[in-house]
């Protein structure tokens, strides 16, 4: 049972570059998160998905897109990096009030 | 926004049982109260929730004041492994976590 699995672990982009960050899990849960984190900081949200075929936007959503590509997966996309979003990336998938997150993808974007 | 106050850090020598405190002055009556940590360089992981009364788990308990203002986690033998920055969160269910600053608990051998 691998929980909450994030692709890639580590990444650097160049200002301008677009990626696509990936998270899938095997829980069944419906509701998933993608978090920020910078140094020194709290988590913050960026986009969820309650369930398969909705998002809706979090605290933090300015410069990324998401999609629920099924009820597995949930893709956070960056279309233009931004020294700005350089940070690390969580994703979590929920059920009843437990959250379950991702190890973290740690880009950097230069 | 859903706020919390936690102190910055504390610290606890191993094997001492260790109290974490939370103010949550502005819970409403169907918000949940979560604690989450965060190991070093891992996501955070669940420790434990409740609405309304004391919770045990194998991980901690959970004490809930009488009038929901403040909590407190407990973690009943603290271990080096117990190292970690601690969240509380409070919010409706359905409705996402958010994060604090939490408690950056240090733990001496």
């Known amino acids: 049972n691998a929980g909450v699995t994030q692709t890639p672990k580590f990444q650097v982009l160049k200002t301008g570059q677009s990626m696509t960050l990936q998270c899938a899990q095997d829980?069944?849960?419906?509701?998933m998160y993608w978090y920020r984190q910078d140094p020194g900081m709290g988590l913050r949200l960026i986009y969820y998905?309650?369930?398969?075929?909705?998002?809706d936007k979090g605290e933090v959503p300015n410069g990324y897109n998401v999609s629920r590509l099924n009820k597995r997966e949930f893709s956070l996309r960056l279309e233009s990096a931004a020294p700005s979003q350089t940070s690390v990336y969580f994703c979590?998938?929920?059920?009843?009030?437990?959250?379950?997150f991702g190890s973290g993808t740690r880009l950097t974007v230069v | 926004d859903a706020k919390t106050t936690q102190p910055n850090s504390m610290e606890s020598n191993e094997e001492e049982p260790v109290h974490l405190p939370c103010n949550h002055s502005?819970?409403?009556?169907?918000?949940?109260i979560h604690w989450y940590r965060q190991l070093p360089s891992q996501g955070p992981e669940y420790v434990i929730h409740?609405?309304?009364s004391n919770v045990n788990n194998r991980m901690a308990s959970l004490a809930i004041a009488e009038d929901r203002k403040s909590s407190t986690l407990i973690l009943h033998r603290a271990t080096l492994r117990d190292a970690a920055v601690y969240y509380c969160?409070?919010?409706?269910?359905?409705?996402?976590?958010?994060f604090g600053k939490g408690t950056r608990l240090s733990v001496i051998a």
């Open positions: 979590a998938s929920e059920i009843l009030g437990g959250y379950t």
């Open positions: 829980m069944n849960h419906n509701s």
């Open positions: 998905s309650a369930s398969e075929g909705t998002t």
């Open positions: 502005t819970i409403s009556g169907t918000d949940y």
């Open positions: 409740g609405l309304t």
């Open positions: 969160i409070h919010g409706r269910r359905n409705t996402p976590l958010v």
